[in-house]
């Protein structure tokens, strides 16, 4: 299995602009969690979906913020207006029992200038 | 309020040297714990985890850690470090019932000198 896949690695998009982070969860994982890494807050869990539902969005920052889960291959982080105090690494994660725990993909490294 | 705290921001040891990272959880029943690595420019691998049973529990690359329900921590020991072994590492936990996502704590730096 090719783990969790994340993309793009790397985004640099100005302020005001929308940014669209995907995230493709391990096949048969049916949670997916999307977390946010930042120096000053550390790890903050933004949103999950469970069998592709929405189970908990109150970390998600604020209206600018949204995500959707379409099916159980793919789910997406948008940002729209952008901000630089958005910069973060977003990590998209999926699990199949969370007794086991998760998996993390390799993160999305957002620069807002 | 329920949560889990590293109280060592960073921590220096010498290859060869014992490690013992520190956590603890504030939560009224037993929680479900876990121990990840990030190393620079990756995401978090999942390095063991402990819900019930024996409170010594043994995971990847050599670490184990142990449940102290009297003491309320979830310690990461390693009896010989490795200087691959440079990363930072983040103690989680999840309650059984209500919010089911991992929270994290804060996580300490670990450095290696040779």
């Known amino acids: 299995d090719a783990g969790v896949i994340q993309s793009p690695r790397h985004e640099v998009t100005e302020m005001g602009q929308e940014v669209t982070l995907r995230c493709k969860p391990i096949?048969?994982?049916?949670?997916l969690f999307w977390y946010r890494q930042t120096m000053m807050r550390g790890l903050e869990l933004l949103i999950y979906f469970n069998n592709n539902v929405p189970i908990d969005d109150s970390g998600m920052p604020e209206d600018r913020f949204s995500a959707k889960m379409p099916n159980a291959s793919f789910s997406t982080l948008k940002i729209q207006p952008s901000e630089p105090r958005d910069s973060a690494v977003y990590f998209c994660?999926?699990?199949?029992?969370?007794?086991?725990?998760?998996?993390f993909g390799s993160g999305t490294r957002l620069t807002v200038v | 309020a329920q949560s889990v705290t590293q109280p060592d921001i960073h921590i220096t040891v010498s290859e060869g040297a014992s490690l013992e990272l520190r956590c603890n959880y504030s939560y009224g029943a037993t929680p479900y714990l876990f121990w990840y690595v990030q190393s620079p420019g990756q995401g978090l691998q999942l390095l063991l985890k402990y819900f019930s049973g024996d409170t010594l529990v043994q995971g990847i690359k050599g670490f184990e850690a142990e449940f102290k329900r009297s003491q309320s921590s979830f310690n990461l020991r390693k009896p010989s470090v490795h200087w691959s072994d440079a990363a930072e590492y983040f103690c989680?936990?999840?309650?059984?019932?209500?919010?089911?996502?991992?929270?994290f704590g804060s996580g300490t730096r670990l450095q290696v000198q040779p």
């Open positions: 994660a999926s699990s199949q029992d969370d007794r086991v725990g998760y998996t």
């Open positions: 096949s048969g994982h049916n949670s």
């Open positions: 989680a936990f999840f309650r059984d019932t209500g919010r089911r996502a991992l929270t």
